[in-house]
């Protein structure tokens, strides 16, 4: 109770597992951890998806192809083409296949 609150945090962030944010502390994982290896595909596919979304006001669009098979995927529209949700499972590997749902 009498460090300085600047001090203790520099304390416990020294390891890399313990941060201080938003007025709480938290643990983290540490960048040369292991695990950290296992979450980074999944973070990074949800950033190019983020990237590539369409909005234009409550209407947005979006599509993602799979790892395994880019020629195969998912998209999102809600209220670009129709009134309402549509989420479309493609499949170009050979032809055009569309499966739709609507809500």
Do not use: A, W
């Amino acid at each position: 109770m009498q460090l300085p609150k600047e001090l203790l945090h520099i304390i416990l962030e020294y390891d890399g597992r313990i941060k201080y944010r938003n007025g709480k502390y938290i643990d983290i994982i540490h960048k040369n951890d292991t695990r950290y290896n296992i979450i980074t595909p999944v973070v990074n596919k949800k950033i190019v998806i983020m990237q590539n979304i369409h909005i234009h006001g409550y209407n947005f669009y979006f599509d993602f192809g799979f790892d395994m098979c880019n020629s195969t995927g998912l998209c999102y529209d809600y209220n670009f083409s129709y009134n309402r949700l549509e989420i479309c499972y493609f499949d170009f590997r050979t032809g055009i296949k569309q499966i739709r749902t609507y809500l």
